[in-house]
């Protein structure tokens, strides 16, 4: 079964934005309002055409050129403004006025070459403004949705290289940042090292072997520890490249099916059937063009919204759904020109002819508005889709740099520093060190050195939670919902994850158990709707105080969580979470 494109409703704000904004006066809908400009006149006077046709080219083109030019002096003078009413009022006033010039030029021409009566004068005089107003706003109706398609498919094509990038390197990028971390950590802390290992070498005093390895735990590990576990250049950059993507590749592709009565906008079709009704209307109605212009307009409307209405849950293949919406066309202007037949006067053969032909270019233009209407939505779903996606990578990113950076502080802060200041003591209390004890010291130091080349993989999550209860337990009670043996498998297969899970839990059971000062905790791990672990625990202590500021826990939530809240429902103190997987 073909995928269903839905098209979204028609703003009539928005078309009426288009119809009277900047681009209505464009160089590209004046030169576009040239056809149905020349052409319209010829269609709508085709039998005096047929006499006298050098006369009517004269005459249209004459007209034409009585159009453009107030619309190029009003768009070089008083149509520039910000204000949207005001845009509005403007170009209505500018299309009336050039209606009317060329209203009047259309008469002027036509008299002096003797194939337009005198009192056809009025008549001229309100249907060009009409058809001015219609034309042109339809054409501009036109272009803006046209223009604003292409702009959202080339936002969407600019946007395409950050999301690959994100999605294809996000592995290399992590290599990448850790072997920068390790750079950094062996530049400052390899030659400390080498010079203490020298020194024990040597058999220098084990007291003053000992002050070095204190002062390199002092000077070198720990700042270097708390410099590591700070957000680098690489993570700033993932977070600008974030904020710029709003998209991602997005190739423009043809609907599978469309709804025949979504393409088919009766209001609008209404609205380019008043601005010729008149001149036809006069032609076909000369006595009757008041109650003609009321019976052809109701039905149009009517009959156009009755077969939207219809045809809104017939779905067909583009060029079929384009056939029958044409086929359906014809329906409203047979149906008026017979009850005028009836009502009013009989309308020639000829004249039915130009209806119909009228009600389908405009119904046509009307399916490709909708058409591209449709196709944009279609865009813009995708770049929803790309924005969560790219989100969720950005989540990921975060994570593994935040996994690198904990990892490496961690050890240096815990077992290098550890290896160091336990040599230290060790020295300090051997004056004159054996050459075994030296050979244990040096391993010892050397082996805490080399985890952090090993740092790698995540925790456990089973064994954190083991851990919480066991630390907690007599302070705290601490109950875990059972995690489903399918989530074990993923953290199993995503330990990167596990980890910001197990830190998310971690840091909200220290909060609840230090701040809230609570007696139980329950914690929850789950996975949610959208394809997200979501980790919630709940305590009953101190709600959380309205002014309170954020502090590192919160940091590490931001820095490890797709998303996360903390809140007070009822008697409980409520630490929800999402984290990207």
Not at 113 to 141: D, H, K, S, W
Not at 438 to 458: F, N, P, T, Y
Not at 523 to 549: F, H
Request: aromatic content about 8%.
């Amino acid at each position: 079964m073909t995928k269903r494109a839905i098209t979204p409703r028609t703003s009539l704000s928005a078309a009426i934005d288009n119809a009277a904004g900047p681009i209505a006066v464009s160089n590209r809908v004046l030169i576009q309002f040239a056809f149905p400009s020349i052409t319209g006149l010829i269609a709508l006077n085709l039998n005096r055409f047929i006499q006298n046709p050098t006369a009517w080219f004269a005459i249209s083109l004459s007209a034409y050129i009585a159009t453009v030019i107030p619309l190029l002096i009003f768009r070089s003078t008083i149509a520039p403004t910000q204000n949207r009413t005001r845009m509005r009022l403007r170009t209505s006033i500018a299309f009336l006025i050039a209606g009317l010039i060329r209203g009047f030029v259309v008469f002027v021409v036509g008299t002096q070459l003797g194939v337009i009566p005198a009192e056809e004068l009025l008549l001229r005089l309100l249907n060009a403004p009409l058809f001015v107003y219609g034309a042109v706003a339809t054409f501009a109706i036109f272009n803006a949705s046209r223009l604003r398609h292409l702009d959202t498919l080339q936002k969407l094509e600019i946007e395409k290289a950050t999301l690959d990038e994100l999605r294809g390197g996000i592995r290399e990028r992590i290599k990448m940042q850790k072997l920068e971390l390790l750079q950094r950590i062996q530049t400052v802390l390899k030659p400390a090292i080498e010079d203490v290992s020298k020194q024990i070498s040597k058999k220098s005093k084990g007291v003053d072997v000992s002050s070095k390895l204190q002062n390199i735990v002092e000077t070198v590990v720990r700042p270097l520890s708390h410099d590591v576990g700070l957000t680098d250049e690489f993570e700033a950059e993932v977070k600008v490249a974030a904020k710029r993507a709003v998209g991602a590749g997005f190739k423009q592709n043809w609907p599978g099916s469309l709804s025949v009565g979504q393409m088919i906008v009766a209001p609008y079709i209404t609205f380019a059937t008043a601005s010729v009704a008149l001149g036809f209307l006069a032609v076909m109605a000369p006595n009757h063009i008041a109650l003609a212009g009321f019976i052809s307009l109701a039905v149009v409307y009517l009959g156009f919204e009755a077969i939207s209405r219809l045809l809104v849950r017939v779905w067909l293949p583009a060029f079929f759904a384009f056939i029958t919406a044409t086929i359906a066309a014809t329906i409203p202007p047979v149906i008026a020109v017979n009850l005028m037949s009836f009502a009013l006067t009989p309308v020639p053969f000829g004249g039915s002819i130009q209806f119909v032909m009228f009600s389908w270019i405009i119904t046509w233009i009307s399916f490709y508005m909708q058409f591209l209407r449709t196709q944009r939505a279609a865009a813009e779903a995708e770049m929803t889709s790309a924005i969560a996606e790219l989100a969720i990578l950005n989540s990921q990113l975060r994570q593994a740099a935040w996994m690198n950076r904990r990892k490496l502080a961690a050890i240096l802060h815990g077992s290098v520093q550890s290896a160091l200041y336990a040599a230290a003591i060790k020295l300090a209390k051997a004056d004159k060190p054996t050459k075994k004890e030296i050979k244990a010291i040096q391993e010892d130091i050397s082996a805490s050195v080399r985890k952090l080349e090993q740092a790698d993989g995540g925790e456990s999550l089973s064994e954190v939670i083991e851990q919480i209860q066991q630390v907690w337990a007599g302070a705290v009670n601490i109950t875990v919902s059972p995690i489903s043996n399918e989530l074990k498998i993923t953290f199993e297969k995503h330990p990167i994850a596990a980890s910001c899970v197990a830190e998310v839990i971690r840091e909200a059971v220290s909060n609840s158990a230090k701040h809230g000062k609570a007696n139980n905790i329950q914690i929850s791990v789950r996975e949610n709707e959208a394809g997200l672990i979501a980790v919630e625990v709940s305590n009953d202590g101190k709600p959380v105080a309205v002014d309170c500021k954020p502090g590192y826990g919160s940091s590490i939530f931001d820095e490890v969580a797709f998303s996360w809240s903390l809140k007070t429902q009822g008697p409980l103190t409520v630490l929800v979470a999402s984290i990207a997987i």
